[in-house]
């Protein structure tokens, strides 16, 4: 059984930063694509970015770049979501994901077959 634990969200003031972390359980992490999504109240699941199984290819939402950065740890089983010069606009609950079938990039949500509960993230103006 497939699981992921997302932590590290919270409230911060515009500008500010937050790194969220996803655990996962086994060999989840390194052998599966990984991806971050996002939902807004009122609003539909988006994509943030994702990390191919290598960690050779990354790909981020245009909303994002330049920002946020998506990293891994397989030694730790952890996939990481740095994001820097937060704006209230960023604002939802953040969701880990993972493709355990396909070791490449996707901003897709059906290509990924395994969510975490997500985490709150609040960026106050």
């Known amino acids: 059984q497939v699981q992921l634990v997302e932590s590290g969200g919270g409230l911060v003031q515009a500008g500010g930063s937050l790194r969220l972390s996803c655990a996962g359980s086994g060999r989840t992490i390194s052998r599966s694509a990984m991806a971050w999504f996002r939902q807004a109240p009122g609003k539909g699941r988006e994509f943030v970015a994702a990390i191919s199984r290598s960690g050779s290819s990354t790909s981020y939402a245009d909303s994002v770049k330049g920002r946020f950065t998506i990293s891994r740890d397989t030694a730790k089983n952890t996939v990481y979501l740095q994001m820097n010069s937060l704006k209230p606009e960023d604002t939802a609950v953040y969701f880990c994901?993972?493709?355990?079938?396909?070791?490449?990039?996707?901003?897709?949500?059906?290509?990924?077959?395994?969510w975490g509960q997500g985490t709150q993230v609040t960026v106050s103006s």
């Open positions: 994901a993972a493709n355990t079938d396909f070791g490449i990039v996707s901003g897709l949500e059906y290509n990924y077959n395994y």
